[in-house]
């Protein structure tokens, strides 16, 4: 069975700075690696995905992540944060061959100007 | 992506009355489910709509509380029934494709507040 763990709960950040919001996973095969984002009142959005090959992942809106397999993290950066960045922020995982997919907790992200 | 839509967007019930969900999508999916998002939480998997055969549910949600029909791959309903206060959630729908894009994209939920 899989696990997300997203080790902040909360991570206030003021404007321009850069930020990192951290998520590690346990699973005993193989698995993709996602990031939602969540704006108040609103479904969640793909920012970004990890299948396969190359371990640094772009986003949209300026976030990439970059898969550690050795210490089963995914954590998500971004250099620059803007006031709009303002959301909850959840990480995802999924084992390569079945349908289920697991979220963290969540981590809601603050940016304050 | 997948453009999914939901109705309703959100409603205020009574207890112990049902409330049921649609969700529609604009293509033809594999693989539906429903989430639950409780107040201030994450998403908790209630089930996997399975078109032309019945749901498979979590643990800790049965089909008498949650009643789920797929009658074909655009369309899906979630039925919450006997509603108490503690069935006050998000309720969203999700779309999962495969063949190469093995990622899900979500509706933009109902918000059910039960008094």
């Known amino acids: 069975a899989q696990s997300v763990t997203q080790l902040d709960s909360q991570v206030p950040v003021f404007e321009e700075a850069p930020v990192e919001l951290r998520c590690n996973y346990s699973s005993s095969v193989s698995v993709y690696l996602f990031w939602y984002v969540q704006y108040p009142n609103q479904g969640l959005q793909l920012l970004l995905k990890?299948?396969?090959?190359?371990?640094l992942v772009k986003g949209i809106n300026g976030f990439e992540a970059e898969f550690n397999k050795s210490q089963t993290s995914f954590h998500l950066r971004k250099p620059s944060v803007h006031i709009s960045d303002t959301a909850e922020y959840f990480c995802a995982v999924s084992d390569t061959g079945g349908f289920k997919t697991i979220f963290g907790a969540g981590t809601r992200l603050f940016v304050k100007a | 992506s997948a453009v999914i839509s939901q109705k309703p967007s959100r409603d205020i019930c009574q207890r112990g009355t049902s409330l049921t969900i649609q969700c529609q999508v604009d293509?033809?999916?594999?693989?539906m489910f429903w989430y639950r998002q409780q107040p201030g939480q994450s998403l908790t998997l209630i089930a996997t709509?399975?078109?032309?055969?019945?749901?498979?549910?979590e643990s800790g949600f049965v089909i008498d509380k949650f009643p789920i029909s797929r009658p074909n791959l655009t369309f899906s309903t979630l039925t919450v029934s006997n509603m108490s206060p503690e069935d006050s959630s998000i309720y969203l729908c999700?779309?999962?494709?495969?063949?190469?894009?093995?990622?899900?994209?979500f509706g933009p939920g109902t918000r059910l507040l039960v008094l």
């Open positions: 990890y299948l396969s090959g190359s371990t």
């Open positions: 293509s033809q999916v594999t693989m």
């Open positions: 999700s779309v999962e494709y495969r063949q190469g894009r093995q990622t899900q994209y």
């Open positions: 709509a399975n078109q032309g055969s019945e749901a498979t549910y």
